[in-house]
């Protein structure tokens, strides 16, 4: 059974800092990985899709990377705005049962302080 | 955005009583899935659907049953509600299961079981 685990649980870092979350995986028989971000009292929004053939994705000032060997990924954020305090979810796309779904892990919640 | 409406938004609930959340995609998605949110554990899939009338199991799926009728919706029941349901309900809708896909969620559904 794939387990997910995002490090650290919780982030603090003020305004214009490049910073790193960080997202593990125990099963490396996957499809793909999502970054997610959710604001409080909201759904998830799709930030970036890595396939597992792929090695980063690329959106803006937010860069993905997937090392599927070594069972992580991470998210890099650069220059750091307010605008980015919220929740970032990892999820990985496993195969199982009829259709592939997507496990989870608990989330990073980033605050970006003025 | 992806047409996606969840209904009730916010239901407060009794303990045994029959509970319906109801999933809405104007996408026209072959794949619909019913996720809930809880601290510490991320989201967990309860159900499924990969077409009218197909449906399976998730990871956590004791207590719920679900049903599709039409391809635009999807049905989440609680035949009789616990207070261990008492959580934040998501449906999320994909194109297809690729590996370049996504999944698009919906807003929540915020259910208290008292």
């Known amino acids: 059974k794939q387990e997910v685990t995002q490090i650290p649980a919780a982030l603090s870092v003020p305004e214009g800092e490049n910073l790193v979350l960080n997202c593990s995986f125990t099963?490396?028989?996957?499809?793909?990985l999502q970054w997610f971000r959710q604001d409080p009292g909201k759904g998830l929004t799709s930030l970036l899709l890595?396939?597992?053939?792929?090695r980063e994705q690329t959106s803006g000032r937010l860069n993905a990377s997937l090392d599927k060997s070594s069972g992580r990924s991470t998210l890099y954020i650069a220059a750091s705005q307010p605008g980015d305090s919220a929740t970032y979810l990892c999820?990985?796309?496993?195969?199982?049962?009829?259709?592939?779904?997507?496990?989870f892990g608990s989330g990073t919640q980033l605050t970006v302080l003025p | 955005d992806a047409g996606i409406t969840q209904s009730p938004r916010h239901k407060v609930t009794e303990t045994g009583t029959p509970v319906t959340l109801r999933c809405h995609q104007t996408?026209?998605?072959?794949?619909m899935y019913w996720y809930r949110q809880d601290p510490g554990h991320g989201l967990r899939l309860i159900h499924y659907?990969?077409?009218?009338?197909?449906?399976d199991k998730g990871e956590v799926s004791d207590g719920y049953s679900v049903s599709r009728s039409k391809t635009e919706d999807f049905l989440l029941t609680l035949e009789s509600a616990t207070s261990s349901q008492t959580s934040v309900y998501f449906c999320?809708?994909?194109?297809?299961?690729?590996?370049?896909?996504?999944?698009?969620f919906g807003p929540g559904t915020r259910l208290t079981v008292l």
């Open positions: 999820a990985t796309g496993d195969s199982s049962g009829s259709a592939r779904q997507l496990t």
């Open positions: 996408e026209n998605h072959r794949y």
């Open positions: 890595i396939q597992s053939s792929q």
């Open positions: 099963d490396s028989a996957i499809y793909n």
């Open positions: 659907s990969y077409g009218v009338k197909d449906t």
């Open positions: 999320a809708i994909s194109e297809s299961t690729g590996g370049e896909n996504t999944q698009y």
